[in-house]
């Protein structure tokens, strides 16, 4: 296999010893540039991670390598019964280097496992639900000082909501007129967050730390077992409610289609719905406290919205925050989200 002559002189940063074999780039995020990499080091293959952070929009990319540290560290010395993200270090100690003006870092592989990009059955939602449920309920004894902010105002929903009015009034006539109904949809319904924003503003809900990004695509299943071995991306790992992960992943794993697909048609697994919500609980709900309880069912409403907002002012901006494959990706992206949206109200 022809090696990328740049990607080698990056890996080799890492791992000075290592001669890479085998380079393929993995397409699934949005955000960040992420390949697959194995190498040879003297007679030993191993497989890692490599990814140029997008620093336009992490731009404290070095806050997302400390947290990890951190994190791992913590799960691992309380015996976290699964495998954590060991980021690789270069001679100087930095988990990070710059080449070229551009951030890259590389971790370890999980091996013998694969990702899914929808959930195959209820039973399976349960498994993946629990999972996280015990990787929160180890991370609940972890000091929140040393957490840093990687991407400020990220949960803040009023941000969100003047990010879609500005885009409303910048973007181009095409765009706005491609986009009506799904525009006029979101505004129709815009008092929806209204008491997410209230519970926000007034601190009412337990602030701990949270994964922020735990769609299906950023857990690992065993190859062997088929049954959840790791979470990955933990780029997002920040402060804020947990409810956001719990509505993240109901978003995520109810979906019965991929994220760009407008077809409304069965795109909502009520089965789904519920048996991710037993499995969370089965692990959290432990530890949940009543106002967490108390307004669970809404928070899949709002986290819903919010990313069908998002996709929508993106798109409305000439999609400049997520990654695109065809010119119309994110009104799809966004049509898919209200689909689901108009489906999880009715439950
Ligand atoms: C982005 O690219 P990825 O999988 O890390 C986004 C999430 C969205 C998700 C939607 C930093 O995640 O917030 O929910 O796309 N991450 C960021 O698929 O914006
Ligand atoms: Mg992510």
Redesign the pocket.
């Known amino acids: 296999m022809e090696i990328n002559p740049t990607l080698n002189k990056i890996i080799s940063h890492f791992l000075p010893r290592a001669e890479a074999v085998v380079i393929f780039p993995i397409t ?5 540039s992420t390949y697959s990499v194995e190498v040879v080091i003297e007679t030993q293959r191993k497989k890692y991670i490599l990814q140029k952070i997008n620093t336009l ?2 731009q404290n990319s070095k806050a997302i390598q400390s947290n990890i540290v951190l994190v791992s560290r913590f799960l691992k010395s309380n015996n976290y019964p699964h495998p954590v993200l060991e980021l690789c270090e270069t001679s100087e100690g930095e988990n990070e280097i710059n080449f070229e003006g551009d951030s890259w870092r590389m971790m370890a592989q999980i091996e013998n496992s694969y990702t899914i990009n929808v959930i195959q059955n209820p039973e399976q939602a349960f498994a993946v639900g629990a999972f996280f449920g015990q990787f929160y309920t180890f991370l609940n004894g972890i000091e929140l000082n040393p957490i840093q902010e990687v ?1 400020p105002h ?1 949960l803040d929903t009023k941000n969100r909501i003047d990010a879609f009015q500005l885009a409303l009034q910048s973007a181009n006539s095409d765009r706005l007129i491609k986009a009506q109904e799904q525009i006029e949809w979101m505004v129709k319904h815009q008092d929806l967050p209204q008491k997410w924003m209230q519970l926000q503003q007034q601190k009412e809900l337990p602030i701990r730390l949270i994964h ?2 735990p ?1 299906i ?2 857990v690992l299943f065993d190859s062997a077992t088929n049954q959840p071995k790791a979470i990955i ?1 933990w ?2 790992l920040m402060l804020g409610t947990i409810l956001y992960d719990y509505g ?1 992943m109901i978003r ?1 794993y109810t979906n019965t289609k991929s ?1 760009d697909d407008p077809d409304p048609e069965g795109v909502f697994n009520a089965d789904v719905y519920h048996e991710l919500t037993n499995g969370f609980l089965s692990e959290a709900g432990s530890f949940l406290t009543d106002i967490e309880l108390q307004y669970l069912s809404y928070a899949p409403q709002v986290i819903v919205y919010i ?1 069908a907002l ?1 996709f929508l002012t993106d798109y409305l901006n000439g999609d400049i ?2 990654q695109c494959n065809y010119p119309e990706q994110n009104l799809n992206r966004a049509k898919n989200q209200i689909n689901l949206l108009q489906q999880i109200l009715k439950i």
């Open positions: 699934d995020g949005l955000i960040n929009v992490f991407l990220f922020a990004d769609k695509s950023n991306d780029d997002t993240d995520s994220e990313q998002r925050y997520y």
